[in-house]
């Protein structure tokens, strides 16, 4: 577990392997992965974009190593990558070969497109040899066709675990278990039973996808809907967003599902918003927005909020470290639910940054000390705010009242 995380999930126990310096399984912190998009022989490219995924929270990133251009790209991108690099191998295990020599972290081979039993005990032999570690990626969608027809023309949970199982026995023959597995599909509930079938049987670990879950926002959500029920459930010791994106949304993606979910440490800003009302006295989406912009990728591990209103914003963020409720043209500020200042509404996201600055620098206690001299003129603020607002719109804000008033006289 990640000695900063707050997750009460009791995780499966797994075996650890090491995919070059970071460890997979075995109670180590979930890991985000993901894959770059560029031709892996274009070597600053790819280079670029791994920076780039790395910046946004991968721990791993895979490359596709699907000719010998790309085994030689792997060659110069491996010693220069900030994270460790897997190669994708498909159909040509010659190619695995290849990217072992390059220096690659890890393998991940398709056992349903590489099947003969020589070639895939030739390449565990050398992945043993070198201390390299594979993944077994069975693909709901490119199944072994021996097995799609055993299991009567359909991709079954049963068929992807018995051709992880068939893999496994491979690489059992030669003594090799250096290895995790995934099982992933693009239907969300057969990859979901995928998994649980196949951590009934095993206890290698496992990566979690769910494959082509396609453009965004439907891709955030099926990957999400599959990745968090298993992880709630205690599966899954490394994961990866397959979205039609660019990559880094992936990395994000992973990242920011791993500190939601309390198994990651958080790195950046936890960005709450409430989602405005008739009550609201400013444009929360346009303020939440710029909020997210003017934070972006920093690493502020705090929890900011963005409030509507004076009224129901500083009690309902009251956990939060920091947050702004506007009132009156002006934005509230408070820290750990205490006002400690009001700014114009057009300094409120410049504001939330610096103060946020300063608490990541000198703590809480001190930005509350900070503000000993504004405190109680910050509160009488907020109070009459709060009071013209319920003056003004009284306790039904989004006129409920007079609807129902109009529905009783309409029948
Ligand atoms: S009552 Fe205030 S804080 Fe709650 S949703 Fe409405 S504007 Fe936002």
Known sequence: MDPGASSSIERRPTRR???????VGGGSPVTVQSMTITKTADVDGTLAQIYALAAAGADIVRCTCNETEAAEGLARIVP??????????????????????AGVACLRLNPGNIRRPEHIKTVAMEAKDRGVPIRIGVNGGSLDPKLYEKYGGKVTPEAMVESAQMELAYFEEVDFTDVKISVKASNVPLMIEAYRQL???????LHLGVTEAGPLPGGYIKATAGIATLLAEGIGDTIRYSLTADPVEEARAGRQLLEAMGLRERKGVDLIACPSCGRAEVDVIGVAEAAQKAFGERQIPLQVAVMGCVVNGPGEARDADLGIAAGNKRGHLFVKGENVAVVPEDEMVDTLVEWADYIVE???????????????????AAAE?????????????????AVVELIRKTI
């Open 385 to 401: 705010d709060r009071a013209r607002n319920l003056g003004d719109r009284g306790d039904d804000a989004n006129d409920s009242e």
């Open 362 to 380: 000198h703590g809480t206690e001190a930005a509350l000390e900070r503000a000993r001299h504004t405190k109680a003129e910050a509160k009488k």
């Open 17 to 23: 392997i090491m995919v070059g310096d970071v460890p």
């Open 199 to 205: 951590a009934d049987v095993t206890d290698f670990p």
């Open 80 to 101: 220069r990558s900030p994270v460790p690099i897997v190669a994708d191998i498909h159909h040509q295990y010659k190619m695995a070969l290849a990217a072992l020599e």
